[in-house]
């Protein structure tokens, strides 16, 4: 009897123990809910589509004090698509004594491959008052380190011939509103074109330098000082119709944004 006695009262003191553990153990914590798909906040806006134009040049350039050298030239891009696929026209060209010369219009598709750089293709279409040429164009833009905005672009027309293209762009901030942008361009080509007066090899180089002060980011008047320079066969070409090989050049014009 003594026996029972100590087994029912060993089973009662472990009873015990045991709710007192279970007691103190720590609750199972829930499982949380399935996310439904409006909890991952707002979906990233990477497919709307946005559309831009800009003149870069607007300018006269002033080459005697006279006038009577005066010239209007254009330069200016637009494109309509998304943050990743865009559809760009881009537009260049001057109007000399009554003509259009140096018409360059380039009709391209464009890929982002990384956050700064684009690769292009398309249709260049060299349409003024000279013969029509047109390309294929293959190219990269984008924004190099320091933030200097560089397009490089080859072309290939339908009878074999190679051109190329290389422009740097920079904005300096004086102030806010005030700023500095020097520009480079070169141009080549594989073959001489006597119909449109471009020479084989290094062909031309505009550069300028550009003060401009934006009243907003869509209107800024600006002047500064353009160089346009004609270099071997093209220079050739150039003085045989009574053409300079190289002006620097007093321009005046407006910078639009839309």
């Not at 422009?167 to 942008?181: A, S």
Request: net charge negative; glycine share 10%; with cysteine.
């Amino acid at each position: 009897m003594s026996a029972l006695l100590i087994i029912l009262c060993a089973s009662v003191a472990l009873f015990g123990l045991v709710n007192a553990a279970a007691a103190q153990a720590p609750a199972t914590p829930e499982q949380p809910a399935p996310m439904s798909g409006h909890d991952f906040g707002q979906p990233v806006m990477d497919q709307d589509i946005f559309a831009h134009f800009i003149l870069n040049q607007n300018e006269g350039r002033l080459g005697r004090l006279d006038g009577i050298d005066t010239h209007y030239r254009w330069s200016g891009q637009g494109w309509v698509g998304t943050d990743y696929d865009k559809l760009w026209v881009t537009t260049e060209g001057a109007v000399k004594k009554g003509q259009v010369e140096d018409g360059q219009h380039e009709f391209l598709y464009s890929r982002a491959v990384s956050p700064y750089f684009n690769l292009q293709g398309g249709l260049r279409t060299d349409l003024d008052s000279s013969r029509t040429r047109n390309w294929a164009a293959f190219g990269v833009t984008g924004l190099a380190p320091f933030f200097f905005e560089i397009e490089v672009t080859g072309y290939v027309s339908p009878r074999g011939h190679l051109a190329a293209r290389i422009e740097v762009d920079h904005d300096f901030l004086i102030t806010n509103r005030l700023i500095l942008r020097p520009q480079l361009e070169f141009n080549f080509y594989s073959k001489s074109d006597p119909a449109r007066g471009n020479g084989a090899g290094l062909s031309e180089i505009d550069a300028g330098l550009r003060l401009r002060y934006e009243f907003s980011r869509k209107f800024a008047p600006y002047i500064g000082v353009a160089y346009e320079g004609k270099f071997g066969q093209t220079a050739k070409l150039a003085r045989q119709a009574g053409d300079s090989t190289g002006d620097v050049r007093v321009v005046a014009g407006i910078r639009i944004w839309y």
